[in-house]
């Protein structure tokens, strides 16, 4: 199944790209300021390389899962829940 998630993962990557360009473009051709033109250009850069990262992070989340291991991120993520034998069902903190 992780390969069907990273697939999905590109998917939206690509999509997002893909927005971030025609918006660009839109943006570019609406104005004619050179600033407003570089601003355009380098706000496209900027969700491109968001949507990397967001790609990256989903293929190490799925790779992660598929080793029984849970990856979280921002401050006080948790990890599972233990339920097993002699598990008190706290969250563990990783």
């Known amino acids: 199944m992780q390969t069907g998630k990273d697939a999905a993962a590109a998917a939206k990557a690509g999509m997002e790209k893909t927005k ?11 104005t004619r300021d050179p600033l407003k033109k570089e601003m355009a250009s380098e ?14 992070a989903a293929k190490a989340q799925h790779a992660a899962e598929k080793h029984g291991r849970t990856t979280t991120t921002g401050v006080g ?17 990783f």
């Open 20 to 30: 971030a360009s025609v918006q660009e473009k839109a943006e570019r051709m609406t």
């Open 43 to 56: 706000k496209k850069e900027d969700r491109v390389a968001a949507a990397e990262m967001d790609k990256q």
């Open 77 to 93: 993520a948790t990890g599972t829940t233990g339920t097993g034998y002699g598990a008190t069902g706290t969250n563990t903190t």
